[in-house]
């Protein structure tokens, strides 16, 4: 069944005229990208051509998706706007709050035990709202996505940095804070700046060991966790079309790990296939009928250099199985070439778990690839080395693999099998093979591996490949097997050698599923009462942020420097955090305590310049929220690099910090940090981060002359009575600092409901 199958063909019935009419603007041919982005304007039919990287620009996004930990913010967000409907399809997906630990079935028990207070809020917001509701085991919101919503040449966004898993069926996909969601709920543009673009041309096809999660592995090491910032990711070439549709969602979903604001593919017969595989024919012939409005034109592909403003070129035929990590995405390293890295940098071989699955790497052709390796495994006599854990990206995906007999063949090696859920990938993994902090090596088909990502501990290392080299890897037990040239030796003392992987595109018998969990919402929801216990340690309905005062912000002190990598993990931390997500007050006691303090090199511990002592972030905060002094935190390059979740923005508000200075930010921290009304400023030399003592009194002097492309002034006041003044840059439009003023994009729109 095709959902919102009229809002669909609305879209494509449009799509000629406006893409044309761009063509004509821009005076020549264009790329997916550009005719996805000129195609979902604000005001419809395009009237210029905008400048990549430079102007900020409205769309109209066809749906929105949200998942359970970032809804439950999103949604009582959106209960403050005033509106009795989302003014585009949304939908609800629960997939976060399910913790891995004993299997699928106890899991997803505890879960509905634990959570069901979540779960019933976000059930009944959906229903009054109009809002589809997918409930907990139904799978992961991209896989769900990917299945069931996404369509050729359309734009979504989603509350997840993953939603860029769309763009493997040719959408601009793009992850999102919860405010931005809330703008397009309540019938409003959204804003974006126009993205450059990275052209990646593919040749070849991938063989043997090599899969389409080797590509991203490459393309993270080329432009690293930061290179794709403020960037659209375009994958063209025969390469390209010789991937299949989910091999291009893994391509596309890792993306979000090189701070890419989206990557995508055009359309081709792979998607045709997956479109009519998921009983989407009705999509799959619209499509037919408009299918060169839904790839980049020829002359682009045929001299891309002149189109994009980067161009990579990969070839498949000779592109290696590839593990990246520990500790981040784009350390990217041949299979092969793992035992002398290893050894030089102490990273323990032994490999204690292997998990497949989350949303990057879980479809039904993922599954197959590393049940043939397990296979062959149970064939040889070969007795896994370590332990095995496997996520199903969707319902629909667990029940066919059933059916086949793929889930038999893991089973039948001793693996546990989770709920179709994150799990491990997002640190809700419970496990039980280890306490403390000590060093251990897990290998993964995940796309983040921060430390303390997996399991909270930070001595854990975290490894990301393919579902069938982690299989392989996890047979042997070591992180420096190489199925190229290593043999084992099984359990009758015979050395044998593992084959290449053989998997399958699409289910020969199609896909299958008994109950898929999803919940439509109530024709009129106008009945229906949404509680929220005054006394509940989930849920806390929002009190709005105040407005600014228009004063200059005189006499902050600092929070924390942060020293070094500091991403949305280090500033809110998933894992036993996750139920908290609801109740900001509560969530709150997390704010920073992952980050680094560049004075003294521990975490959690910073000076309280009211008494002198050092004690954990959030007390600290507390405290001069308590005595009414603002504060700062001082970061380093791509600050809030990883997750979209806002909470990063809105706990440091909320606390009381008023300003984040940092060399660089990530593309949706920084977003999400205006929009809760905060300011986001970079210094202009970036070496006068050395200059911020740990005493600092930071006075914004011009502050009352806040505008578009206009430096800031800071006036460092240093304990022992000097001053420095530092230059400081930031990239908000009068839009932007509208919400400034109002204290929150979301306080304006409300203004403007009630007006």
Partial sequence: ?????????????????????????????????????????????????????KDYVNFSPDRIACQDATAQMALLQFMQAGKDNVAVPTTVHCDHL??????????????NETSNEVFDFLESVSNKYGIGFWRPGAGIIHQVVLENYAFPGGMMIGTDSHTVNAGGLGMVAIGVGGADAVDVMAGMPWELKFPKLIGVKLTGKPQGWTAAKDVILKV??????????????????????????????????MGAEIGATTSTFGYDKSMERFLRATDRNEIADEAEKVKSYL???????????????????????????????????????????????????????????????????????????????????VDKK???????????????????????????????????LFTNACGPCIGQWDRSDRKGDEKNTIVHSFNRNFSKRAD????????????????????????????????????????????????????????????????????????????????????????????????????????????????????????????????????????????????????????????????AVPKVQREYKKEGIPTVVVGDHNYGEGSSREHAAMEPRFLGVRAVIVKSFARIHETNLKKQGMLALTFDNENDYDLIQEDDTFNFIDLEDFAPDKQLTLELAHSDGTKDLVKLNHTYNAQQIKWYEAGSALNLIREKANA
């Fill in 382 to 416: 070969l007795k896994p080395k370590s332990d095995f854990g496997i996520n199903p990206g969707s319902e629909q995906i667990r029940y066919t693999a059933e059916r086949d007999g793929l889930l038999k063949v893991f089973e039948d090696l001793g693996a546990t």
């Fill in 456 to 615: 909270g501990n930070p001595n854990t290392h975290a490894f990301v490949g393919s579902p069938e080299v982690v299989a392989a890897i996890a047979i042997s037990g070591r992180l420096d097997f190489d199925p190229f040239n290593d043999t084992l030796i099984n359990e009758d003392g015979e050395e044998v050698k593992l084959e290449a992987p053989t998997g399958i595109e699409l289910p020969e018998k199609g896909f299958d599923v008994k109950d898929n969990g999803f919940i439509p919402p109530k024709e009129d929801g106008s009945e229906v009462e949404i509680k929220v216990k005054p006394d509940s340690k989930r849920l806390q309905l929002l009190t709005p942020f105040e407005p600014w005062d228009g004063k200059n912000l005189m006499g902050a002190k600092l929070l924390i420097k942060a020293h070094g990598k500091c991403t949305t993990d280090h500033i809110s931390m998933a894992g036993p955090w996750l139920r908290y997500r609801g109740h900001l007050d509560n969530i709150s006691d997390n704010c920073l305590i992952g980050a680094v303090n560049a004075f003294n090199k521990k975490t959690n511990f910073v000076k309280n310049q009211l008494n002198g002592k050092y004690d």
């Fill in 1 to 53: 069944m095709a959902f919102d199958i009229d809002m669909i063909r609305r879209v494509y019935e449009e799509l000629p005229k406006r893409v044309d009419a761009a063509k004509e603007l821009k005076g020549g041919p264009l790329t997916l990208a550009e005719k996805i982005l000129y195609s979902h304007l604000w005001d419809k039919l395009p009237s210029r051509a905008f400048e990549r990287g």
């Fill in 220 to 253: 993270a090491e080329i432009l690293t966790v930061k290179g794709g910032t403020g960037c659209i990711l375009e994958y063209f070439g025969e390469g390209a079309q010789n991937l299949s549709c989910t091999g291009k969602g893994t391509i596309c979903n």
């Fill in 295 to 377: 790839t980049g034109d020829g002359e682009v592909y045929a001299h891309p250099e002149q189109y994009f403003d980067q161009v990579i070129e990969i070839d498949l035929n000779t592109l290696k199985p590839h593990l990246n990590g520990p500790f981040t995405p784009d350390l990217a390293t041949p299979v092969g070439e793992l035992k002398a890295k290893a050894k030089e940098n102490d990273w323990p071989i032994n490999v204690d778990w292997g998990l497949i699955g989350s949303c990057t790497n879980s479809s039904y052709e993922d599954l197959t690839r590393a049940a043939s390796i397990a296979q062959q495994a």
């Fill in 98 to 111: 399910i913790q891995a630990k004993q299997g699928a079935e106890k899991d997803l028990a505890q879960a």
